[in-house]
């Protein structure tokens, strides 16, 4: 059994989408991520931070899918880290309104002892500093590293960022940023530079339109499923990456062609995060559910031209 | 051997890319998609018209393509369609800066007598009473009629684009002309309307993001080739329905599973259409490179998850 460690944040978020609004509900990219690798048979742990208004049914929601959570600070008097955003009519922009960082301005992570030796690491969207001090503690190097970013670390802590990504495995990061970060236009071009700043793997998600996912000169795609609605995009570009950092845990095989299964698995996931608001759909989803919509994704794509 | 009638402009362009600027040169639906059609072992025709300013090269690059251009009018001293237009930065966006109808304005169709059999008849982007007529013109209903169509038409002759649906088999049309026409958002519920309309099968191009096939509660997906360099898009939408219908007039298939590997084949032609300004690299295109090119396509997209 893999073991993975995610780092992330724990947070709430408020939506709005043209389908309704929300409270403050239970989000953040780390809460995403491990409800998504839960699928899979994996031992995981969140490391993260919030503070004393984050309720206990939430926690114990991730305990439930058993994750460990002795890596989550839980800061005394502090307020939890809080996002408010609204989606247009279209669900592919949105417009942050609220960002309160809270206790994550002086979130100093730390990994619990049992997960030093995890075999995947799942660095969700934090200050590049914080996603290298993770892998600082780690008593080996990680068979599998994989970093998330945003383009905001881009504009306000690149140095940091080319440090870090210099020592992962895999980054994943969508087509606009990937353009940011290269300069380069053509995203087959763009991941060749990611390439040469270190990591061996490039995911380039792409919301709506699926993920590439590149090695050297091969490259695989991964649509994504074409549903009739689309609820709440919260979340699902984590769900997105627990589903191949949990895959890739369970499955303790880190070649090109599991990776390709990887993708599957995670734009799987994230079709159906998008069904509800926040963590609703993951929190119920059955295996039995994945199974079936695998098969949806296999008649999707696959085709019979018979080549010489 | 299949015959593939195709109606649709022949016409001069004029487009400025980052790469670049051309001077008139020839473009048009039908050319595109007689020469993506012109892979493939089929007889095939087009009815358009040009003035008498259409260069004869022109019009024998057709030829030597072995497509029948005695249903193209050439209208004496009268003047061609043109169409001037400049792509932006990330070329997935473009102006209009001119278009001269000219010998359009009038254009009557008139199906050569050996085509008014034709297994399958193209409808490039014309206005839908134009298209229609064609339709009329035909001996017997043909046994695939495909419709290529754009929003001016449902802005401008809606009822008449209406009644050509009704008696079409394929639908072709970009992803906001799709939404744009049904009032969906999601391209499955905008399918649906569709198919209510008429045509069995729909196809949503996505450009850079490939092309989705619906038959009823089936769908398929085709990747666009993800491409170092893009050239010039001009015609890739028409190289791909010429693809496309090119591949269905040669293997007189017309099961959801042969459409399938038509889209496989319509985009597989259009990946090499961008790579060099308007027909320039359609002339010289070779079935070896399209062969090789299959194997990117079915390395992009296919996996090996076993499913129970």
Redesign the interface.
């Given at each position: 059994m893999g073991k993975l460690l995610i780092v992330g944040t724990v947070a709430f978020d408020e939506i709005e989408t043209p389908f309704g609004k929300t409270d403050r509900i239970l989000g953040g990219a780390a809460t995403f991520i491990g409800l998504a690798a839960s699928q899979f048979d994996i031992e995981s742990a969140i490391v993260s931070v919030v503070g004393d208004d984050m309720p206990q049914d939430y926690l114990d929601l991730l305990v439930k899918k058993n994750i460990d959570i002795s890596g989550i600070e839980v800061v005394r008097g502090g307020k939890t880290f809080y996002w408010k955003g609204k989606y247009h009519?279209?669900?592919n922009s949105r417009e942050t309104l609220v960002t309160e960082l809270n206790t994550l301005s002086d979130f100093k992570p730390v990994v619990p002892t049992e997960f030093k030796d995890a075999d995947v690491v799942m660095l969700g969207n934090l200050h590049p500093e914080i996603q290298m001090s993770v892998i600082e503690q780690m008593n080996q190097r990680p068979k599998f590293i994989i970093l998330d970013t945003m383009n905001f670390w881009m504009d306000h802590a690149l140095t940091e960022l080319i440090n870090v990504i210099e020592h992962v495995d895999v980054l994943t990061i969508n087509d606009e940023e990937a353009r940011q970060l290269t300069e380069e236009?053509?995203?087959?071009?763009a991941a060749e530079e990611i390439h040469k700043m270190g990591p061996e793997y490039v995911v380039i998600k792409?919301g709506e339109?699926?993920a590439?996912l590149f090695h050297k000169e091969?490259?695989?795609?991964a649509?994504a499923l074409?549903?009739?609605?689309?609820f709440d995009p919260t979340g699902a570009g984590d769900t997105f990456a627990g589903g191949f950092a949990g895959y890739l845990a369970a499955s303790d095989n880190m070649s090109f062609?599991n990776l390709?299964?990887a993708v599957?698995?995670g734009s799987n996931l994230a079709s159906f995060c998008v069904e509800r608001f926040g963590t609703k759909r993951m929190e119920s989803l059955k295996k039995e559910e994945l199974?079936k919509r695998?098969?949806q994704f296999?008649?999707?794509?696959?085709?019979?031209?018979e080549?010489?």
């Open positions: 009519n279209d669900l236009y053509s995203l087959v071009k792409k339109h699926g590439l091969q490259i695989f795609f649509p074409p549903l009739e609605e689309v062609n390709k299964s599957i698995h199974e695998l098969h296999k008649a999707l794509t696959q085709f019979d031209i080549l010489t």
